[in-house]
Every structure is written in structure tokens, then in C-alpha cells.
């Protein structure tokens, strides 16, 4: 941050641990970003999304100055609102798609969305709303009370579609399925044993 000029901003790619990590004194070093009114917005990503690494990501945007004015003036000429107080929070553990086995891709329509929130909440003429399991402006207050813990799942909450979450209902649809696997598993092995069978005679 030492390097920006007093309106500039930032972003960084840090690992999921530094979201919630009080070692080696990264609580204090968030908890000092976040009373400098620093911390932008926070992104957390879903894992798999690197080639070099299967570690879970962040994505941190910084600001210097969160007011919405060039320093010193008392004109907002940028465009971008006064949010010193608030942190947008994006939960996109969800998006993206998996290309093999090991690696996840977002699309454009991911990259858009993503990026269209966080513009969408800074601009003076965005139509930004929260929306659960997504997105959340959070006032610094809250933020404070949760120890300024910054994993965005603390703060957006869960989708209006798992609200009213039936235990029993997920509980019977999954133990079906597994029931399912099972015989299916059964079925394989026997097939298998079979074709073993059938190779050892003809040899």
C-alpha cells in the first residue's frame, strides 16, 4: 500500500488462510487494514482454479481512498461512492466449471458477474443489492464484532433457495442414492469376478 498514490488501488491473490489466520501476527495485519478502511472488496474462489496450486484462493482489492473523492477535492470527478465504512464481501466458491479432473475455469458469464457486482456496489450510479449466498456490504461494525474475520461466507449467508433447508427430506434423498451406488458397486464387482473367471478358464 506504501506504493500507491493517495487514490490508488490494488488487488492481490492470497491463499483462503489469510482470510481467518492469526498466526504470525496476520490477525493483527487485517485487523489494522480493516480499521484503515483499506480493504475494498474480498473475493473467495473456489479450488482448483490455479494449475500450480489445488490451495483455495482469495482475491483482495484494496483502495487508499475509499471516500469516493480525489484528495483534497470536495468533488467526486472518479465516479465511485463514499464506502470507508463498508467491505464488499463475494462468496464465488460456486461458479466456474471443471475442465478435468483437477483443474476449474470461470467463465465469462462468471468473470462478468463477479466483476459487474463489485462495480455495480462502487459506482455512484451502480444498482448494486445484496444477494444471499453471494454478495454482502457489510458495515465495519460488523466486521469488527466477528473479529474482522474476512471470509466472505460469514457475511452473505446462504441462498434463498436453501433458507428453508429440509434435514430429514436431504437426508432420504442422499442415503437413496447411496443405497443406489451400492447395488451398483455389487453389480460391477460381480461382473468383474465373472470376466476374471473367464480369462483364468482360457488361459
Known sequence: ???LNPNGQAGFVLAKGALTSKSSGEGDIRRALVEARLVDCIVNLPAKLFLNTQIPASLWFLSRNKSGRH????RNPVGFRDRADEILFIDA?????LINRRTREFSAEDIAQIAGTYHAWRNTDGKYQDVAGFCASVNLTRVRELDCVLTPGRYVGLPDDEDDFDFEERFAKLRAEFEMQLEEEIK???LIA???AKVGADG
Open 71 to 74: 484528495s483534497g477535492a470536495g
Open 93 to 97: 466458491r460456486n461458479l466456474g466449471h
Open 194 to 196: 465373472k470376466n476374471l
Open 188 to 190: 460391477l464387482n460381480a
Open 1 to 3: 500500500m506504501f506504493h
